[in-house]
């Protein structure tokens, strides 16, 4: 008998994909990636970000599924467990206690910008834009920023779906919908990505996006791509360690790794190269932040036929990518409390949820009241929510994905770990990943974090 989580598992092995590659694929890959790509000028960093998800990502990846899977505990206990299984200090289980406050704070500011596409799916459904000029879309999202009500309307019926979701347990409330969602997702990509190569400017978009200069990425935009990578990923916070728990024993994690940082790529890059050829088609400007994609998409459903239908459609399954990230936000924290204390799952995830739906306050003022001229403001030269994200994105992620590289690559049993490699059947590369975690992520991660953050090496 293998050992099973309390919280139930995923059966079968495209159930485990597919929750994992929910957990990436979401608000990071449509919404974020286009705009920092934006904002930190296109193709350095676009190249930067891709190398960081292969060298430092992936392998980090391996090794979260690992750790959750030969335990089958919630991360923090995992951690304990693994560690006194490997005679290490306990003090490990702090990489699941810097997680689990890190997912509430991702997670106050993801809903808020979830509730956005809330927002926009209601309007398309009505057919508010379509027609309209793009003076008159832009209005419309500086309307949806500036009303106060309306934002924490949808920040709080995005907060009540994830306590819905979670509630109703791992394996109906995670695995099923996603099933539908990708698929779907992945078309409508595509068909937006046609419509930009007919309507808008493709090339200058694979320009932007391809063409590499070195000159123009500044050491801010290596921090930004590296903590992108695990962002995206959804590494560094014991997320996937949580739902390794859950994964069947006899499944690859290499192929697993490999297959959903494929499909998170690949559904990033697909999106970034339709919503580039229409900002470049409609002369947007790239750098414009985070209203980027609400505002170039919704210009071409606008002017394309059944545009209020396809941008529904959109809107709707950008909610649900957002949905289903951000139940693996939270899930580590709940699995770990109901292990610990045996509270009922809903009352944790309620809790939770409420702390996190409080907190998110912070993020739905940062677009309005709290835009500048705050003290907060003053002190830290920005927006809560992009202090927030800074924080969380940019420095908690990778000093968790890094401890946890350091902890698999260097305390825990290499016998453990190779065994537990070997289990889904992967008999090559055990050597590659070790060396990975115990040299290239360590010391890549640490080289830009230094150098980025103003300490100088030389
Ligand atoms: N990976 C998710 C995205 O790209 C965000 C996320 C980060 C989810 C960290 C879980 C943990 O949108
Ligand atoms: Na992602």
Redesign the pocket.
């Known amino acids: 008998m293998t050992k099973q989580s309390i919280h139930g598992g995923w059966s079968r092995r495209l159930t485990f994909i597919l929750a994992a590659a929910g957990?990436?694929?979401?608000?990071?890959?449509l919404w974020?990636?286009p705009y920092i790509t934006g904002e930190y000028g296109g193709g350095a960093f676009v190249l930067v970000y891709l190398v960081s998800i292969a060298l430092v990502g992936v392998p980090l990846f391996i090794a979260e599924s690992l750790i959750g899977r030969q335990t089958r505990e919630a991360p923090i206990r995992a951690l304990d467990s693994l560690a006194q299984a490997s005679g290490r200090s306990r003090g490990w289980q702090s990489i699941g206690w810097l997680g689990a406050v890190n997912g509430l704070l991702i997670l106050s500011f993801y809903s808020v910008i979830a509730g956005w596409s809330l927002d926009y799916l209601l309007g398309m459904a009505q057919g508010r834009f379509s027609g309209a000029s793009n003076d008159e879309v832009a209005a419309v999202f500086d309307g949806l920023l500036g009303s106060v009500p309306r934002l924490i309307l949808w920040h709080t019926v995005f907060m009540v779906a994830v306590v819905w979701t979670i509630a109703r347990g791992v394996q109906k409330g995670i695995g099923e919908a996603i099933q539908l969602m990708m698929p779907a997702l992945f078309a409508l990509i595509l068909a937006l990505l046609v419509y930009g190569a007919l309507e808008g400017d493709l090339p200058a978009a694979l320009s932007f996006m391809f063409s590499v200069d070195f000159s123009r990425l500044s050491l801010e935009a290596w921090v930004v791509a590296l903590g992108h990578s695990f962002?995206?990923?959804?590494l560094g916070m014991a997320v996937i360690m949580a739902y390794g728990a859950y994964m069947p024993s006899g499944v690859s994690l290499v192929r697993t790794a490999g297959i959903v940082a494929v499909t998170?790529t690949l559904?990033?890059l697909l999106a970034g190269l339709a919503i580039f050829a229409l900002v470049f088609g409609n002369g947007l400007d790239a750098g414009s932040g985070p209203g980027l994609m609400f505002v170039s998409l919704p210009m071409a459903f606008a002017q394309m036929p059944f545009g209020s239908l396809f941008g529904a459609a959109f809107f709707l399954l950008v909610a649900f990518a957002a949905l289903s990230?951000a139940i693996s936000l939270i899930e580590p924290i709940v699995a770990f409390w109901v292990e610990k204390t045996g509270i009922a799952r809903t009352k944790a995830t309620v809790l939770l949820c409420l702390f996190a739906w409080c907190l998110g306050m912070a993020t739905v003022l940062s677009f309005n009241a709290w835009s500048s001229d705050t003290l907060f403001h003053d002190w830290f030269g920005k927006t809560p929510f992009d202090s927030f994200d800074w924080l969380s994105t940019n420095i908690l992620l990778p000093l968790g994905g890094v401890l946890t590289a350091l902890f698999a690559g260097w305390f825990v049993l290499p016998a453990l770990l190779k065994q537990q490699y070997q289990e889904g059947g992967d008999s090559k590369g055990f050597s590659v990943w070790l060396f990975a975690l115990r040299v290239i992520s360590p010391a890549g991660v640490t080289l830009v974090l230094l150098t980025g953050l103003g300490v100088n090496l030389w």
């Open positions: 957990s990436a694929v979401g608000l990071g890959n974020k990636f962002y995206t990923l959804s998170d559904v990033a990230s």
